[in-house]
C-alpha cells in the first residue's frame, strides 16, 4: 500500500463548482499534514497546512482525521485559475522528508 | 526574496560523465532536501538533511549523493549518471520547528535527460 493514497482524477468541472479531493495516509506516527498545488511541471507550492481542527483559507477548507487516517480539501466557487494539480503531502517527522501522494489533477472550465 | 535557487535548470549530458546540481537557499532554512518527479510515480524523496553535516537517505538514493557543508547550500551529485536518473529534480527548504506551520519552499527544478 502506497503511504500516501489520492484519487488521480481527473475532475473536470465548470466556474463556480464546488469540488472536494480526499487522501489516505497509512502511517499512523505522521505528523504534519498539507495540501500543495503544482500547475503544469512547475514546482509545488503550498497551498495550506492541514491541522485537526480543520482551517480554512477563502474558498478552500481542509480537514483531518487521524483516527481514520484521511485527509480532505474542498474547494468552493471553482475559478479557471484553480487548474492545476492538488498534492496530499504528509510529514512524518519534522525535518525529514515529505510523503506525496501522486496528486489529483483539477480542470475547470468556464 | 526569499527563495531556492537551484541551477542548471536544464542539462542534457551523457552516461557516466559526474555532474553536481546545485541548490541554495536564503531563508536560513535548517532543513533541506532533494526529490525526484516521474510520470507516474509522482514526488519521491533522495536524500534530506536536518542542518550542517547531518544527512539522511530518503526512498529513492541509490545513485546519489549529498552533502551539507553550509547550512544555505545542499548539492545533488550523479557520480555516474545512467538513464533511469532521467527526471525533474526539485531541491526545497523549511525551517526548524514544527513543519506544519510552514511547510517547505521548493526551487524551480533541474530537468535532466541522461542520454
Known amino acids: 500500500r502506497k503511504e500516501v493514497e489520492q484519487d488521480p482524477g481527473p475532475f473536470n468541472v465548470p466556474e463556480g463548482a464546488t469540488v472536494a479531493f480526499n487522501c489516505t495516509y497509512s502511517?499512523?506516527?505522521?505528523?504534519?499534514f498539507f495540501w500543495y498545488r503544482q500547475d503544469c511541471r512547475k514546482e509545488p507550492k503550498l497551498l495550506m497546512s492541514v491541522y485537526s481542527s480543520g482551517n480554512e483559507d477563502g474558498r478552500f477548507t481542509a480537514q483531518l482525521n487521524r483516527a481514520s487516517q484521511y485527509i480532505s480539501l474542498l474547494i468552493r466557487d471553482s475559478k479557471l485559475s484553480d487548474s492545476a494539480t492538488y498534492l496530499c503531502v504528509v510529514n512524518r517527522q519534522a525535518g525529514t522528508a515529505l510523503i506525496f501522494g501522486k496528486g489529483t489533477t483539477l480542470s475547470v472550465s468556464s | 526574496e526569499a527563495q531556492v535557487t537551484q541551477n542548471p535548470r536544464y542539462l542534457i549530458t551523457v552516461t557516466g560523465k559526474k555532474l553536481t546540481v546545485t541548490c541554495s537557499q536564503n531563508?536560513?532554512?535548517?532543513?533541506m532536501s532533494w526529490y525526484r518527479q516521474d510520470p507516474g510515480l509522482g514526488l519521491r524523496q533522495i536524500y534530506y538533511s536536518m542542518n550542517v553535516e547531518v544527512t539522511d537517505k530518503g526512498d529513492v538514493p541509490e545513485g546519489y549523493k549529498v552533502s551539507r557543508k553550509e547550512k544555505r547550500n545542499f548539492p545533488l551529485i550523479l557520480e555516474s549518471p545512467s538513464p533511469n536518473q532521467t527526471s525533474l529534480y526539485f531541491c526545497?527548504?523549511?525551517?526548524?520547528?514544527?513543519?506544519?506551520?510552514?511547510?517547505?519552499?521548493f526551487g524551480s527544478g533541474t530537468r535532466l535527460t541522461v542520454v
Open positions: 526545497a527548504s523549511s525551517p526548524p520547528g514544527p513543519s506544519s506551520y510552514y511547510g517547505y519552499t
Open positions: 502511517n499512523s506516527a505522521s505528523q504534519s
Open positions: 531563508m536560513n532554512h535548517e532543513y
